[in-house]
Nanobody, 124 residues
């Protein structure tokens, strides 16, 4: 069993930066691919970025490519999402997720574990 806990959300002005962290429990986490999803009010939860178990392969949604960077520290069981040049449309609850496979995935149904989410609000 893996438990995920996000932190680092908050209120930021457009053009600013935030770094989200996801702390994971469980020794098997090192073998799990992970992802960051986001859900804006009234919209579906969608992928923002994903990373494989080693950190060697990543995926970014077109809307965040070039602005967000996903990374992981397997020594400390933590996954990060660095968000630069934030825009009001990035406002959402951000969820950390993990799946019991080593390879990158994009679809919500492919992930097995979820955190509670952290709110990111970008003001214009």
């Amino acid at each position: 069993q893996v438990q995920l806990e996000e932190s680092g959300g908050g209120l930021v002005q457009a053009g600013g930066s935030l770094r989200l962290s996801c702390a994971a429990s469980g020794r098997t986490f090192i073998r799990y691919a992970t992802g960051w999803f986001r859900q804006a009010p009234g919209k579906e939860r969608v992928i923002a970025a994903a990373i494989d178990w080693s950190g060697g392969s990543t995926y970014y949604a077109d809307s965040v490519k070039g602005r967000f960077t996903i990374s992981r520290d397997n020594t400390n069981n933590t996954v990060y999402l660095l968000m630069n040049n934030l825009k009001p449309e990035d406002t959402a609850v951000y969820y950390c997720s993990a799946r019991k496979e080593t390879t990158v995935a994009r679809a919500r149904y492919e992930f097995d574990y979820w955190g509670q989410g952290t709110q990111v609000t970008v003001s214009s």
